[in-house]
């Protein structure tokens, strides 16, 4: 499992805000961290496993640190995200579990030989 936190940030919050930090931008440059909130890897795969009725078969050992970004400002200056980590991590599941389109490309974990 290694990474015990991720950043989680739907793509439609993640556009809305890079669109909205046009009006940041200046010299020097404002630091905007467009991340999401922090969730526990452990987290995000028990509620996938729970809505595919599968039980998650973590791997390795959780780190003790993560890299993860603060998104505190971001959330100051635009508000909270619309999309909520329950739902993104629901429509990811349901998208797997209708057989919705993917690139066929690997992730880094294939990559490395680990199994997803």
Request: hydrophobic letters at 40%.
């Amino acid at each position: 499992m290694e990474m015990p936190y991720v950043n989680l940030i739907s793509q439609r919050d993640a556009i809305d805000r890079a669109i909205r930090a046009l009006d940041l931008c200046t010299n020097p440059p404002t630091i905007l961290n467009v991340a999401g909130p922090i969730v526990s890897v452990k987290e995000i795969t028990a509620k996938i496993g729970g809505y595919m009725g599968k039980t998650p078969r973590p791997f390795g050992e959780a780190l003790d640190a993560a890299l993860v970004a603060n998104h505190g400002f971001c959330v100051e200056r635009f508000g909270p995200y619309r999309d909520s980590v329950d739902e993104m991590i629901h429509a990811a599941a349901n998208w797997v579990m209708k057989g919705g389109e993917d690139w066929g490309l690997p992730t880094i974990f294939a990559k490395v030989g680990h199994g997803c």
